[in-house]
């Protein structure tokens, strides 16, 4: 990992109009990423993790331009993404790629995996049949599959050999910058690690960067260098996999580490569990302050009149919360 920041996120708000009426008249908003700032260095991993809802896919599909931010903007390799012509930003596509949550869905079910693999070596680099089908092939294997497979529709497959695929035509352009929706989340947890292990090795051999979305912590962990906590489109806490694990000081950290599985009988038994009580509040009205105040154990009068501002108290360890406090030893 170096220390050029590849991709930069400043003050990324996403909304989406709720129509209604006979006129179809915009009559509210969805905040869906409310001014999250993140950064990723060439070679590291970021994850994001929260609850469903937090507003991680939609991050994810702004950072790599597939939505426009409202506000705010996105630069990567320099450059300010929302701002490019299509011929620049499909110059940049090369080099900025996604993986999808449901690697059945991602797929077309009527085209060949080999036609899949080849589809974007044809439009970006003008490749014929011959000299695309020949790296689809070499593609197949490094993500390991077999290059018959290529012959294959995507019904043919299991879940896992469907993600496969997904990430294997995330490379097919060579990018720099991988965003990864909940790659694992719709795998069964048996083959969860064969995929997770396939990212591992091919960050190593490419050296890639990745901006990893999800909602288990345990797989975050596994993967990631430095970790974003997301609460109602908001990051509440950013750090590095150590900080966030072993010294997480927001509520809602806290909360999520308590929830993580511990394959020790005994130490899953004794842990201490933090439940939240109620849901996740409406993105189309959010609270005042704090959004986490309604679900918080710590609230008081001043989380529901002021937003508590990302703070770094020290040790490059930033917290949006009036009283963060250090609690160990949560997993």
């Given amino acids: 990992m170096s220390d050029e920041v590849l991709l930069q996120a400043e003050h990324v708000v996403k909304e989406f109009p709720v129509r209604g009426g006979?006129?179809?008249?915009?009559?509210?908003?969805?905040?869906a990423v409310s001014a999250v700032s993140i950064e990723v260095k060439a070679?590291?991993?970021?994850?994001?993790?929260?609850?469903?809802?937090?507003?991680?896919?939609?991050?994810g599909r702004v950072l790599v331009n597939l939505l426009r931010p409202t506000a705010g903007r996105v630069l990567f390799e320099g450059e300010n993404l929302s701002a490019l012509k299509p011929a620049a930003m499909k110059e940049k596509r090369r080099r900025l790629q996604i993986v999808f949550q449901d690697p059945?869905?991602?797929?077309?079910?009527?085209m060949k995996i080999g036609d899949t693999l080849a589809e974007p070596l044809r439009v970006h680099l003008g490749w014929k049949a011959d000299k695309a089908g020949a790296a689809v092939q070499d593609l197949l294997v490094q993500v390991g599959l077999s290059a018959e497979h290529a012959n294959r529709f995507p019904r043919e497959?299991?879940?896992?050999?469907?993600?496969?695929?997904?990430?294997?035509?995330?490379?097919?352009?060579?990018p720099s910058l991988i965003v990864l929706d909940e790659?694992?989340?719709?795998?069964?947890?048996s083959v969860q690690a064969g995929v997770v292990n396939l990212l591992q090795e091919l960050q190593r051999v490419r050296h890639l960067s990745y901006v990893f979305l999800a909602h288990d912590l345990s797989v975050?962990?596994?993967?990631?260098?430095?970790?974003?906590?997301?609460?109602?489109?908001?990051?509440?806490?950013v750090g590095d996999r150590n900080q966030i694990?072993?010294?997480?000081?927001?509520?809602?950290t806290q909360s999520l580490l308590s929830a993580v599985p511990i394959p020790d009988p005994e130490r899953q038994r004794s842990r201490r569990r933090i439940v939240l009580e109620g849901d996740v509040p409406s993105s189309v009205d959010p609270p005042s302050g704090c959004r986490f105040r309604t679900r918080c154990w710590k609230a008081t009068d001043?989380?529901?009149?002021?937003?508590?501002?990302?703070?770094?108290?020290?040790e490059d360890h930033p917290v949006a919360c009036h009283y963060p406090e250090v609690v160990v030893a949560l997993v």
């Fill in 22 to 31: 006979l006129l179809s008249r915009t009559v509210a908003k969805v905040s």
């Fill in 43 to 59: 070679g590291e991993t970021v994850g994001v993790v929260g609850e469903s809802g937090c507003g991680k896919s939609t991050l």
């Fill in 104 to 110: 059945f869905a991602s797929l077309n079910p009527r």
């Fill in 157 to 174: 497959f299991s879940g896992a050999q469907r993600q496969r695929v997904g990430i294997a035509r995330a490379l097919a352009l060579e």
């Fill in 183 to 189: 790659p694992v989340s719709a795998l069964d947890v």
């Fill in 220 to 237: 975050v962990g596994h993967l990631s260098d430095r970790v974003a906590v997301m609460y109602l489109g908001k990051v509440v806490e």
């Fill in 245 to 252: 694990y072993t010294r997480a000081q927001h509520p809602y």
């Fill in 302 to 314: 001043k989380c529901a009149a002021e937003e508590p501002a990302l703070v770094d108290r020290g």
